[in-house]
């Protein structure tokens, strides 16, 4: 059951910022907002978390709106492998990822 | 430092075999998760296993189906009299704790059923 929404496709320019948004109007004060992504064929790949600040690493920064009921991730500069399907996961106290739709980004030349 | 190994990465299985899935955590790991994703749906939990207990199997099939994490050697799913239907890709993760920090997924293992 997931907690999340995020639109179900989304298009980027190569060498631009990729935007994508997700929802989670029912987050609990202990939730964290994790990202993941799917390339093609492959094993889930975490790319970054957060509980309310804003985060960056070395692929993504991911921006928390005030009231915790949406985030964006940001790639900074979308490259042709970054194609691939991103999951917004809200996850508590609890071993489980719940993988919904995700947002399938498709990056063009 | 390795990542977390699946093998095989492709497994073929007639109507009625068994098929076993390995899975080697990463170093240091002892918490292991299996998913799996059946032909154009999401990621679902299977099982939590740490080393030779069961945690939760709330999400594996009752027949037919089964893991364990034994104190030496990888993890196995085990699919008893597999069926056409077991066809899928199937995850598994790892990660040195249970309810903090993020999992580490492998490459999977795509079972075909002929």
């Known amino acids: 059951d997931a907690k999340t929404t995020q639109p179900p496709s989304m298009d980027c320019a190569e060498g631009r910022a990729a935007n994508l948004p997700c929802n989670h109007s029912t987050i609990s004060g202990n939730e964290y907002v994790y990202w993941y992504r799917q390339i093609h064929s492959q094993g889930p790949q975490y790319i970054i978390h957060?509980?309310?600040n804003n985060e960056t690493n070395e692929m993504a920064s991911l921006i928390i709106t005030e009231d915790r009921k949406s985030s964006t991730l940001i790639l900074p500069h979308a490259t042709l492998r970054d194609t691939a399907v991103y999951y917004c996961?809200?996850?508590?106290?609890?071993?489980?990822?719940?993988f919904g739709a995700g947002t399938t980004v498709t990056v063009r030349a | 430092n390795a990542g977390v190994m699946q093998n095989p990465r492709h497994l073929v299985r007639r109507r009625g075999q068994e098929a076993r899935l390995r899975c080697s955590p990463m170093k240091g790991h002892s918490h292991v998760y299996w998913y799996r994703q059946l032909p154009e749906e999401g990621l679902k939990f299977m099982v939590y296993?740490?080393?030779?207990?069961?945690?939760?199997e709330s999400g594996m099939p009752k027949e037919r189906f089964s893991a364990e994490f034994p104190k030496e050697g990888p993890s196995i799913l085990r699919i008893q009299q597999v069926v056409r239907g077991d066809s899928a890709a199937y995850f598994c993760?790892?990660?040195?704790?249970?309810?903090?920090?993020?999992?580490?997924f492998g490459q999977g293992t795509r079972l075909t059923v002929v």
């Open positions: 296993l740490q080393k030779e207990n069961i945690i939760d």
């Open positions: 996961i809200v996850k508590g106290d609890d071993y489980k990822l719940s």
């Open positions: 993760a790892s990660s040195p704790q249970a309810r903090q920090g993020h999992a580490f």
């Open positions: 957060g509980l309310k």
